[in-house]
């Protein structure tokens, strides 16, 4: 990029070569440093470019070597001022814009974050307001140390951070705490130790089934399971109890110890399946000759339009495409640019074919499918068909699943009564 813009700044030409000695011409141009690029075979002869000083050192190779040499274009800023000698204000408009770019090239006009996935960009940009760290401020403010030292202090889960200037822009990168973001698995075996250790502080609680099914599998950490694989429970039936009975040598109940009740019960389940979707739907079609375009340019809090989005349209719909100008990757300038486009349509009733029917009913239902495994439900079967009737198709079924169906409920508090028994002794005398 800069060396086409030094190239450009001194000017040069193309160049076409022909004639028996074309390979000794280049040979004697690499001797003497003569630069040429953009080698390319034309025809019979060579065409390249080469500079404007570079040019003017070819004479002598060309005696030496009895090539022709023809001057096929000329490119640069010299050419352009030549071309444009006459214009008068040609001159104090480029220095206006060189002066305009220097300033521009002055300030920062954009921010950019990478690495932030717990905070989104909206939510830094608001706190570096806060601390004056804004678009459209001088270079010379920007202290990156000073920047790097509030994110730090403000974000705790922040563990480093590096600030710095690319033309026009304010670089960010953050990298967050990789511990906070725990999968599904670390996130379980967290809640459970910490369960653990606070069991003895929580209120007891029973596990109870939380629908219909046969048990297949129970694994008990805590209380009494009253329930073994095979067999069928209703909604409500408790499963693990959290009331423990506390039994004396004759294995008769003097008292109740509580818990929270823990375990993991899997059991077969069924689930009904409908999803009914109608067969006709409304198509817009657009009136090309009936549309509305707004262009606009936007110079800091400025808006300048060209065009009216105006319109007495029933039924529209407005898109918004805008551009950020700039020159080159990072040197971002305080110029928006784009246009409002405004389309009337008309809506015409049309229908579904069977097909494509059956595969959006076939695509919600894997969709269905996919949340309930997302939540370790596992599915063993289904029934589940298409049906098709009239204006309307169902796809109707069973689900057979095998998912955790064990939920805590409060545990019946039991009190005991005890009884104080006195031996009486009877005594007689003769």
């Known amino acids: 990029m800069i060396e086409s813009i030094i190239r450009y700044m001194r000017g040069y030409v193309k160049i076409r070569v022909e004639g028996e000695s074309t390979e000794r011409f280049l040979n004697l141009c690499s001797h003497h440093k003569i630069f040429i690029w953009g080698l390319a075979p034309c025809d019979t002869a060579y065409e390249m470019y080469v500079t404007i000083d570079g040019f003017r050192k070819l004479r002598p190779l060309i005696r030496k070597t009895h090539v022709k040499v023809a001057l096929v274009k000329r490119h640069g800023f010299p050419f352009f001022v030549f071309q444009n000698r006459k214009r008068k204000l040609f001159v104090p408009g480029f220095l206006l814009c060189v002066s305009l770019l220097y300033a521009y090239s002055s300030f920062i006009w954009d921010i950019h974050f990478e690495g932030n996935e717990t905070y989104t960009d909206q939510v830094l940009l608001e706190f570096l307001e806060q601390i004056d760290v804004t678009p459209a401020m001088p270079k010379g403010r920007v202290d990156c140390p000073q920047i790097v030292k509030e994110i730090r202090e403000e974000y705790d889960d922040i563990v480093w951070v590096s600030v710095s200037i690319e033309g026009s822009r304010l670089f960010i990168h953050v990298k967050e705490n990789e511990d906070t973001f725990l999968d599904e698995d670390d996130m379980e075996n967290s809640a459970r130790a910490d369960e653990a250790v606070s069991m003895e502080n929580v209120a007891p609680a029973d596990l109870v089934a939380t629908m219909d099914g046969t048990i297949t599998e129970i694994v008990t950490r805590s209380g009494v399971p009253l329930v073994h694989a095979g067999d069928v429970v209703k909604k409500g039936d408790i499963l693990v109890s959290g009331r423990i009975e506390v039994l004396n040598d004759a294995k008769e109940v003097t008292g109740y110890r509580y818990c929270r009740a823990d375990a993991d019960i899997y059991a077969d389940t069924q689930l009904v399946y409908e999803n009914t979707i109608s067969r006709t739907y409304e198509e817009k079609v657009?009136?090309?000759?009936?549309?509305?375009?707004?262009?606009?340019?936007?110079?800091?809090?400025?808006?300048?339009?060209?065009?009216?989005?105006?319109?007495?349209?029933?039924?529209?719909?407005?898109?918004?495409?805008?551009?950020?100008?700039?020159?080159?990757?990072?040197?971002?300038?305080?110029?928006?640019?784009?246009?409002?486009?405004?389309?009337?349509?008309?809506?015409?009733?049309?229908?579904?074919?069977?097909?494509?029917?059956?595969?959006?009913?076939?695509?919600?239902?894997?969709?269905?499918?996919?949340?309930?495994?997302?939540?370790?439900?596992?599915?063993?079967?289904?029934?589940?068909?298409?049906?098709?009737?009239?204006?309307?198709?169902?796809?109707?079924?069973?689900?057979?699943?095998?998912?955790?169906?064990?939920?805590?409920?409060?545990?019946?508090?039991?009190?005991?009564?005890?009884?104080?028994?006195?031996?009486?002794?009877?005594?007689?005398?003769?």
């Open 286 to 430: 657009y009136q090309q000759k009936e549309q509305r375009i707004q262009f606009y340019l936007t110079v800091g809090d400025v808006r300048v339009s060209i065009g009216s989005k105006a319109h007495p349209f029933e039924k529209y719909e407005v898109s918004t495409e805008e551009y950020t100008l700039k020159l080159g990757e990072n040197f971002y300038l305080p110029l928006n640019y784009g246009k409002i486009h405004v389309k009337s349509y008309q809506t015409e009733e049309k229908k579904y074919a069977d097909r494509t029917v059956q595969e959006k009913l076939t695509e919600d239902f894997q969709l269905f499918c996919q949340k309930l495994q997302e939540k370790g439900i596992q599915i063993r079967d289904n029934s589940v068909r298409i049906y098709l009737n009239g204006d309307v198709a169902s796809a109707q079924g069973t689900l057979y699943l095998n998912q955790a169906i064990a939920e805590a409920a409060d545990t019946e508090i039991i009190e005991m009564v005890e009884r104080n028994e006195e031996d009486e002794s009877i005594r007689s005398d003769n």
